[in-house]
């Protein structure tokens, strides 16, 4: 890899995709046993999920940049209102009152404005939904990497505790009936 190819072209090159898809081919060409095979054997499916997860985390990132736009500008409607309201010079304490007074209450509108609007809802719904689909999606990874490392995977676990409520549940019931 030259510095020639780095300063010219941002980013990843052709080259180095090339070698990273070299490098794991040769390590899928491994004998196949122990957490590598299973690794292995679900490789597409996982190339899938990651594939989902980076379209998730992009669609995230969209919303994620909107919401911040609307909330920057909220705050620098607030910050010019209060420039605008705020007293001119501060040479007593009721000046700085004042400066305080507008600055709470342009802040007020500003936000206020912001969280009732249509707009902030729909990104603000967008967004949480996007960060659902991310933990759904890392959910999945997770619970797939547990089963091939012979891991108890989230589901077995809930299934444990159930079972173990249940069994607290029987024996409370089994002494309140054996006590005189």
């Known amino acids: ?4 190819t780095n300063s010219s072209q941002p980013g990843i090159s052709p ?5 990273m898809f070299d490098a794991w081919g040769e ?3 491994m004998p196949t046993i122990g957490p590598m095979y299973a ?7 996982y190339a899938n999920e990651f594939v989902a997860l980076g379209k998730v985390m992009a669609d995230m ?14 705050y620098a409607k607030a910050s010019a209102e209060t420039a605008r309201n705020a007293p001119k010079q501060y040479m007593v304490k009721e000046d700085f009152d004042n400066y305080r007074k507008a600055m709470i209450e342009a802040f ?3 936000f206020t404005g912001l969280f009732a609007s249509a707009e902030f809802s729909a990104t603000y719904g967008k967004l949480f939904s996007a960060q659902l689909d991310m933990s759904r999606a ?7 990497n547990f089963k091939a490392l012979n891991l108890p995977t989230r589901g077995e676990l809930d299934e444990i505790l159930k079972d173990i409520h249940e069994l607290k549940r029987e024996v409370r019931n ?3 009936e054996t006590r005189p």
């Open 108 to 110: 007020e509108n500003a």
């Open 1 to 4: 890899m030259t510095n020639e």
């Open 61 to 74: 990132k969209t919303h994620l940049d909107r919401y911040w736009e609307l909330v920057n500008a909220a």
């Open 15 to 19: 080259d180095q995709v090339n070698k």
């Open 27 to 29: 390590v899928l060409k």
């Open 39 to 45: 690794f292995s054997k679900d490789f597409s499916s």
């Open 174 to 176: 089994l002494k309140k």
């Open 138 to 144: 890392l959910q999945g990874i997770t619970e797939r």
